[in-house]
């Protein structure tokens, strides 16, 4: 697996409910880019090593949302995604992040446009995002989720995933060497992302927390973003894997409904184009952030 860098900076928030642990990577002073890692429950590192390609020109921020990573807590009350909007807000402003440029991965896009959503609702009492990037973001309505994960099942019982999983189990790799036996589970276990599965191998591990997931995924409901979309005037790029499991057709969709947005569709890519599509990925979002760097 390839290494990841110690951070430039990091530390943990003081202004949340939760302290919510975050890095920074690249130049402080250089154009900052927030990135939102997917999930929910999950965390940031597994957006790492690859997503430092933008700490080139860049100073990157990312965080642990709420629940996930090293901003877990005890505390049982549900994980909602106004939560994550308020925890999302807190930390702009905490740590300065203004003018705000926001990268979204997977859910991290989806929380991404519920910001923009609210900053334009409360009409200024949210640091307004500047400009969007939303790398294979989560489905923008219920439906759209439902045909993901009816996809995302269907691969992961594929014939060729089947055969790898039978591989394994009679390997002795599990007796041999339980580290490498533990990588290749996960491996497996997000083999539905990719159009290679094979390439599931450059993914940094990761966890989700299980209880955080459902509590967010039920606190949006039947939940279609469609009749709010039209206020958030802002540049958007999208960059969509052709083969992500999450449908191309609600990228679109999204596409059509934001009033300033741009669709860039990655062949030879599934859900993870930063592991999948590096060379295709980062030149389509370092030429939209030129394009927009004025409004920085």
Do not use: C
């Amino acid at each position: 697996m390839p290494s990841i860098p110690a951070p430039d900076r990091s530390g943990f928030t003081t202004t949340t409910d939760v302290p919510l642990y975050w890095v920074s990577y690249g130049a402080r002073g250089q154009s900052p880019l927030l990135v939102l890692h997917g999930g929910p429950g999950a965390h940031h590192d597994y957006l790492l090593p690859q997503m430092l390609r933008l700490a080139r020109e860049h100073e990157i921020v990312l965080y642990d949302q709420r629940g996930g990573g090293r901003s877990k807590t005890d505390d049982r009350a549900p994980i909602t995604w106004r939560t994550h909007v308020d925890d999302l807000a807190l930390v702009v402003r905490e740590l300065a992040l203004d003018p705000l440029s926001l990268v979204g991965y997977s859910f991290g896009g989806l929380v991404a446009l519920l910001y923009a959503i609210e900053s334009v609702k409360t009409g200024g009492v949210l640091v307004p995002p500047a400009r969007l990037v939303l790398i294979d973001p989560a489905p923008m309505t219920r439906a759209y989720r439902a045909r993901f994960e009816q996809e995302f099942a269907s691969r992961q019982q594929s014939p060729e995933v089947l055969r790898l999983r039978e591989e394994l189990a009679g390997s002795g790799l599990r007796e041999r060497d339980p580290d490498a036996h533990r990588q290749r589970l996960f491996e497996l276990s997000v083999a539905g992302y990719f159009a290679r599965p094979e390439r599931a191998h450059d993914l940094t591990p990761f966890r989700v927390t299980g209880r955080v997931q459902q509590s967010v995924w039920e606190s949006l409901g039947d939940y279609d973003l469609t009749p709010h979309l039209a206020a958030v005037t802002i540049p958007t790029l999208i960059v969509h894997g052709r083969q992500d499991p999450i449908p191309l057709a609600s990228s679109e969709a999204l596409a059509r409904a934001l009033p300033d947005a741009r669709l860039v569709v990655l062949e030879n890519s599934g859900h993870v184009p930063y592991v999948e599509a590096p060379d295709a990925l980062f030149p389509a979002i370092e030429r939209f952030l030129s394009d927009t760097e004025s409004l920085t």
